[in-house]
């Protein structure tokens, strides 16, 4: 996780850096691969091609492989040559040594984009089903940016002002942000039991001095629900 840096500045916001492309084993196959879905593969009932269907068709056994063979071989080829130059290109450009797959499409393309890209891959287990499980498992998380200005007598959480009427010592404030960051994760549709869980990711506060006196306190606060497995998954 690192702070995201928009326009040649660094915020506070954390994130996972990432590349998206937007492509998968459902994009369309229209001459070229085009970066968006039109229903399902053939394998699976679709009306129109998609890159699974040119896996089908240049030698793997997905879903119902012979309704693949409506897409012609020069055009399976051609896309997956596509696809797998675009995936290996940002691979090698983030310099990742180490592919890791998943999704059931992982064991056909990613030994492919390895080798193409230079760098080393794994699959795990139970890999194909890897993204519906940490959908379904998943337990809702929540990032909290709060601003508390004694001398303005406010407190802003993620842009929305309200009152404050005291401000307190530090563990105070951070106290305020938990119990902020839990009300609105439950609200959200967390299981109350997910919400323990509070992460203090940034605190900085500091005085306001004006003749020599201080005259307001600011403090800047990020908390986070800490992601992880739902305690609903069985």
Do not use: W
Request: aromatic content about 4%; proline content about 4%; charged content about 20%.
């Amino acid at each position: 996780m690192e702070t995201i840096v928009a326009d040649g500045e660094r915020t506070v916001t954390r994130a996972v850096a990432a590349i998206t492309l937007p492509y998968g084993g459902d994009s369309v196959i229209e001459e070229t691969m085009q970066p968006r879905r039109m229903g399902n593969a053939l394998a699976f009932g679709g009306i129109r091609p998609t890159l699974t269907d040119a896996l089908n068709v240049t030698g793997c056994e997905i879903g119902n492989a012979g309704a693949s063979g409506l897409l012609d071989r020069t055009s399976a080829e051609r896309a997956l040559e596509e696809y797998i130059s675009l995936v290996s290109r940002a691979v090698a450009a983030s310099g990742a040594r180490m592919v890791v797959g998943t999704g059931y499409l992982a064991q056909f393309l990613v030994p492919r984009i390895a080798r193409h890209s230079g760098a080393s891959f794994t699959i795990p287990p139970h890999a194909e089903c890897a993204n519906a499980v940490g959908v379904a498992v998943s337990r809702v998380t929540l990032t909290l940016h709060a601003r508390f200005d004694s001398g303005r007598g406010a407190v802003v959480f993620n842009g929305e002002p309200q009152e404050l009427r005291t401000l307190g010592d530090d563990e105070a404030v951070l106290d305020r942000c938990r119990a902020e960051v839990k009300q609105r994760a439950i609200a959200a549709g967390a299981d109350p039991r997910d919400v323990e869980d509070v992460r203090v990711l940034h605190f900085h506060a500091y005085d306001v001095v004006r003749s020599s006196f201080r005259s307001a306190r600011i403090a800047d606060v990020v908390v986070q629900i800490a992601p992880g497995i739902t305690a609903e998954a069985p």
